[in-house]
């Protein structure tokens, strides 16, 4: 069965320091994504970024980066300089294919407040 | 904007009753998603629609029905509330390629349902 673990489910933080939220998955499947979700108090949830079990190469996209660790599965998340927009549920979350079709399970999520 | 509308924004519902949410997907997309995200919970996958007709589904039980329809927008019905019922409803849309290969999934605002 596929599971996704959010460890911290509250974190808080002082604008401008760093901050990575943790993400551990468990799958039996060989081929599998990786998503980062950010979901504002207006409950819309916001696409980051998806990975496949294929490509661990580590991601920067200008103040987020991610790291990917298929030998721990592992696939943490962090905010640089993290800022008061910031603060946000993340949900971490793991598909597969299959059946055919795509079974998204996230995580409990992890409450960010970035602190001014 | 992801371009996912879904109506209505709230709703309030008694114990026992049926009610029927809508989602119109982002242009171009023909797959469709239906999620239930519980207070303090991640999103839980309730069923999947492709080409009209429902080709995964999550542990939720039949009173949860959907329709899809040539438009690919899509309906979530659910029959019979119960108090637990009560949660977000996230509804999300992406495009199914040849091979079996989806891109991301785009999420809508949600309805917020409380049944009393």
């Given at each position: 069965?596929q599971?996704?673990?959010?460890?911290?489910?509250?974190?808080s933080?002082?604008?401008?320091?760093?901050?990575?939220?943790?993400?551990?998955y468990?799958?039996?499947d060989?081929?599998?994504?990786?998503?980062?979700?950010?979901?504002?108090?207006?409950?819309?949830?916001?696409?980051?970024?998806?990975r496949?079990?294929f490509?661990?190469?580590?991601?920067?996209s200008g103040?987020?980066?991610?790291?990917?660790?298929?030998?721990?599965?592992?696939?943490?998340?962090?905010?640089?300089?993290?800022?008061?927009?910031?603060?946000?549920?993340?949900?971490?979350?793991?598909?597969?294919?299959?059946?055919?079709?795509?079974?998204?399970?996230?995580?409990?999520?992890?409450?960010?407040?970035?602190?001014p | 904007?992801?371009?996912?509308?879904q109506?209505?924004?709230?709703?309030?519902k008694?114990?026992?009753q049926?009610?029927?949410?809508?989602c119109?997907?982002?242009?171009g997309?023909?797959?469709v998603?239906?999620?239930?995200?519980?207070l303090?919970?991640g999103?839980?996958?309730?069923?999947?629609?492709?080409?009209?007709?429902?080709?995964?589904?999550?542990?939720?039980?039949?009173?949860?029905?959907?329709?899809?329809?040539?438009?690919?927008?899509?309906?979530?019905?659910?029959?019979?509330?119960?108090?637990?019922?009560?949660?977000?409803?996230?509804?999300?849309?992406?495009?199914?390629?040849?091979?079996?290969?989806?891109?991301?999934?785009f999420?809508?605002?949600?309805?917020?349902l409380?049944?009393?």
């Amino acid at each position: 069965a596929q599971k996704v673990t959010q460890a911290q489910t509250e974190i808080s933080v002082v604008e401008k320091e760093d901050v990575t939220l943790d993400c551990v998955y468990e799958t039996r499947d060989t081929t599998y994504y990786l998503f980062w979700y950010k979901q504002p108090p207006s409950g819309e949830l916001v696409f980051l970024i998806r990975r496949n079990s294929f490509d661990e190469q580590n991601e920067i996209s200008g103040r987020y980066s991610w790291n990917f660790q298929k030998s721990t599965s592992s696939f943490n998340f962090t905010i640089t300089a993290s800022q008061v927009v910031d603060s946000a549920v993340y949900f971490c979350a793991l598909r597969d294919l299959k059946g055919g079709y795509q079974k998204v399970t996230f995580g409990i999520g992890t409450k960010l407040q970035v602190i001014p | 904007e992801t371009g996912v509308t879904q109506s209505p924004t709230h709703l309030i519902k008694t114990r026992g009753q049926q009610v029927t949410l809508r989602c119109s997907s982002q242009s171009g997309h023909n797959t469709v998603s239906w999620y239930q995200q519980a207070l303090g919970q991640g999103p839980q996958f309730i069923f999947q629609y492709y080409r009209e007709e429902e080709n995964g589904r999550g542990n939720f039980p039949p009173r949860f029905s959907g329709l899809q329809f040539p438009n690919y927008s899509s309906e979530l019905n659910v029959n019979a509330l119960e108090l637990d019922d009560s949660a977000l409803y996230l509804c999300a849309s992406s495009l199914l390629v040849g091979g079996g290969a989806y891109n991301e999934q785009f999420f809508g605002p949600g309805t917020r349902l409380t049944v009393l």
